[in-house]
């Protein structure tokens, strides 16, 4: 698997190994600090249950957000930014296109404005290779 510039200046940075990672507790903390402070503060409705009882309850979106929701935004920000959803969906460990699409969340306008730069997209019929399979 191909190292992205960004991994690769941070891995320059610590003589070619990773930092050591942080507990996952500690890693959640800091990630709600980095999201407050990047302003995502939109007010959200979630559902817990304790006991078997369903409680709705609101916060603010950064205090939801978690190692999670990280993982998740990897993921749906790969697919928006063209990654081949195969090579995905082995980084994610999924084996099937249905478990792994539970786990990108790309809202319809978006997907069609993502779709609509695509190669396949702009390609006018004149200008086509068409292939019979």
């Given at each position: ?43 959200i409705q979630m559902t817990?249950?304790?006991g078997g009882i369903r ?79």
């Amino acid at each position: 698997m191909p190292i992205p510039p960004l991994v690769q200046d941070i891995l320059n940075r610590y003589d070619g190994k990773p930092p050591k990672p942080f507990a996952q507790q500690t890693m959640n903390r800091y990630l709600k600090d980095v999201c407050k402070a990047a302003g995502i503060s939109d007010d959200i409705q979630m559902t817990e249950y304790k006991g078997g009882i369903r409680k709705d309850i609101k916060l603010k979106k950064y205090e939801a957000v978690g190692t999670h929701t990280a993982r998740r935004s990897f993921f749906t920000n790969a697919v928006i930014s063209g990654v081949p959803v195969h090579l995905l969906m082995d980084m994610a460990g999924k084996k099937s296109e249905k478990e792994f699409w539970s786990y990108v969340c790309i809202e319809k306008e978006l997907a069609a404005k993502t779709a609509k730069e695509l190669p396949f997209f702009k390609t006018s019929f004149k200008d086509a290779v068409l292939k019979v399979v």
